[in-house]
């Protein structure tokens, strides 16, 4: 399970406010990947990056933002744009040219919109 | 893009028994079909994935077949046991795109 982190665990959101998800990996690993999982409906893929300095949307992409500044680190930001952010948050790597290798999921972040 | 379905989206068995579940995809240019395992409130872990230049993979008391005519694949779970409750979900990686779509998920119910 170790080698990609997400922080915080827990997050509590105004409604309004943008706040932004940690995701790091020490796995060398070239690709990233940002999923959204809501009840009875799977993952869904926010963003994705295959090189630093480089980002692709995925299928929910509205309200998200996303930078790759560094190979370890893939910060998601959700903004007041997103209309419905409550949600489990995963973050994912993979090695090698994208997802065609395993993909290592976090442990997850949960945001609670008061 | 990809669309995965995913059956049941629940399934419970008598422990011992076999579970199966099914996944249809629509991108015919697919190629790789992982299977994941969640327990709650935990994120998912890779149990069996398969390429589509095979049409079988095992593992123990699970095992997945592909079937690229018909674009669907299953996963086999035999001799069920307690801590194989969770929910599982298929993915395909699509043609065109370098992130999983998923199915919904199937919540296995091992009944002891």
């Known amino acids: 399970d170790g080698g990609i982190t997400q922080s915080p665990k827990y997050l509590f959101r105004k409604e309004g406010q943008n706040v932004t998800l940690s995701c790091e990996q020490n796995?060398?690993?070239?690709?990233m990947y940002w999923y959204r999982q809501d009840p009875g409906q799977g993952l869904r893929l926010i963003y994705y990056?295959?090189?630093?300095?480089?980002?692709q949307k995925g299928d929910i992409a509205e309200g998200y933002s996303v930078s790759r500044e560094k190979k370890e680190s893939f910060p998601l930001t959700v903004t007041s744009a997103q209309k419905n952010p409550t949600a489990f948050y995963l973050c994912?790597?993979?090695?090698?040219?994208?997802?065609?290798?395993?993909?290592?999921f976090g442990p997850g972040t949960r945001l609670t919109v008061l | 893009g990809e669309n995965v379905e995913q059956h049941p989206s629940t399934l419970s068995v008598q422990e011992g028994d076999s579970a199966v579940i099914k996944c249809t995809y629509s991108d015919s240019a697919s190629n790789y079909f992982p299977w994941y395992k969640q327990e709650l409130g935990k994120r998912p872990q890779l149990i069996i994935d398969i390429r589509s230049n095979v049409g079988e993979k095992k593992d123990q008391r699970i095992a997945v077949t592909l079937n690229k005519t018909a674009k669907h694949f299953s996963l086999h779970i035999t001799e069920t046991q307690p801590e194989d409750s969770a929910v599982y979900f298929c993915a395909a990686l699509g043609g065109g795109a370098d992130g999983l779509t998923f199915g919904k998920g199937t919540h296995l119910i091992i009944q002891p």
């Open positions: 796995l060398n690993h070239d690709a």
């Open positions: 994912a790597s993979s090695a090698l040219q994208g997802a065609r290798n395993e993909q290592f």
């Open positions: 990056s295959q090189i630093v300095n480089d980002f």
